[in-house]
């Protein structure tokens, strides 16, 4: 089964910036077009960010966060980051990391954006 961790999560003032890490078992993160989602409370979970299989920079999913955050891949560690700037308290949520199509969803990360 495959195990998708991610990190990096934390508490940051608005403004600030996060880079979300998401690590995996085997070479699904390579492999595979990868998507950052998120999901606050109470609303349905969210794609964010997207990236291709075979290449390293990808695209933002939604125009909430168009110009903010930069999603990335780094094939010899075979991880996929997130790297997420001028944070604002709508981004507060937690984070998660997925193949697409999606496979089995790990714990996510949580990032909560102070006023």
């Known amino acids: 089964q495959v195990q998708l961790v991610e990190s990096g999560g934390g508490l940051v003032q608005a403004g600030g910036s996060l880079r979300l890490s998401c690590a995996a078992s085997g070479s699904i993160v390579n492999d595979n077009r990868m998507g950052w989602y998120r999901q606050a409370p109470g609303k349905k979970r969210e794609l964010v960010a997207f990236i291709n299989s075979g290449v390293s920079t990808g695209y933002t999913a939604s125009d909430s966060v168009k110009g903010r955050f930069i999603i990335s891949r780094d094939n010899a560690k075979n991880t996929v980051y997130l790297q997420m700037n001028n944070l604002k308290p709508e981004d507060t949520a937690v984070y998660y990391c997925?193949?697409?199509?999606?496979?089995?969803w790990g714990q996510g990360t949580q990032v909560t954006v102070s006023s």
């Open positions: 997925n193949s697409i199509p999606n496979n089995s």
